[in-house]
């Protein structure tokens, strides 16, 4: 019967022992997973969303001063060469962000602030996307030739047109009002990357130190 007993209890704490085992793997392995995603954030603001954020900057500075003095260079697009530095930005995207399981994510920042950050930056970063400067350039070009063409108005007396016309001064105030914005939001966005490079910056032990604990 002690035999019988002892074998019990062996096999209970041996089971119990087995779980913890299984447990502490499975929680070392996800801290892994979740530290390889932290590097991959921090790779993708370094390298990706920082500099195209700036690059973004870049870019509306150069839409405003296009707009302001449209009027000068009219009609003969001698400001040409500035437009042709506009990035696309093909790479200025939240793909990777949205990639991600949500559960993932929000283990991943690991505070409550990082993470909401994070949800904040994907909408914003997506926004500006529909919003790039060679678009609303374009666009602001396309309205006053446009204009121009309804009201018949010659080449050579373009620029006298335009200095004292209405409907230019209004679209290249709203345009104006416009790039203010976008600058506004992307200088929040950069601040918002960086603080994020602040909060999941560190060494690797030590994060999957802290994974293990948190989960």
């Known amino acids: 019967m002690n035999l019988d007993i002892n074998t019990l209890l062996i096999g209970f704490f041996g089971s119990l022992v087995g779980v913890f085992l299984t447990g502490t793997y499975g929680r070392i392995t996800t801290a892994f997973k979740l530290n390889r995603t932290r590097k991959i954030l921090l790779n993708y603001f370094?390298?990706?969303?920082?500099p195209k954020c700036e690059k973004y900057m870049e870019d509306v500075k150069i839409g405003i001063n296009l707009v302001e003095n449209f009027s000068k260079f009219a009609p003969t697009g001698n400001k040409e060469n500035d437009r042709r530095k506009l990035d696309y930005m093909p790479m200025f995207n939240s793909d990777i962000l949205k990639s991600l399981?949500?559960?993932t994510l929000l283990q991943t920042s690991y505070k409550t602030k990082t993470h909401s950050l994070l949800i904040e930056i994907t909408y914003t970063i997506?926004?500006?996307k529909k919003q790039?400067?060679?678009?609303t350039i374009a666009n602001f070009i396309n309205q006053i030739k446009s204009h121009l063409d309804k009201k018949n108005v010659p080449s050579n007396e373009i620029k006298e047109h335009l200095m004292t016309c209405a409907y230019y001064e209004q679209l290249k105030e709203r345009t104006l009002y416009d790039f203010h914005l976008k600058t506004e939001c992307a200088k929040e966005l950069n601040d918002e990357l960086k603080n994020i490079l602040e909060d999941l910056k560190g060494n690797s032990t030590f994060w999957i130190i802290k994974y293990s604990f948190r989960q």
């Open 132 to 135: 790039m400067t060679s678009d």
């Open 126 to 128: 997506e926004f500006l």
């Open 101 to 103: 399981n949500p559960e």
């Open 46 to 50: 370094q390298s990706i969303a920082i």
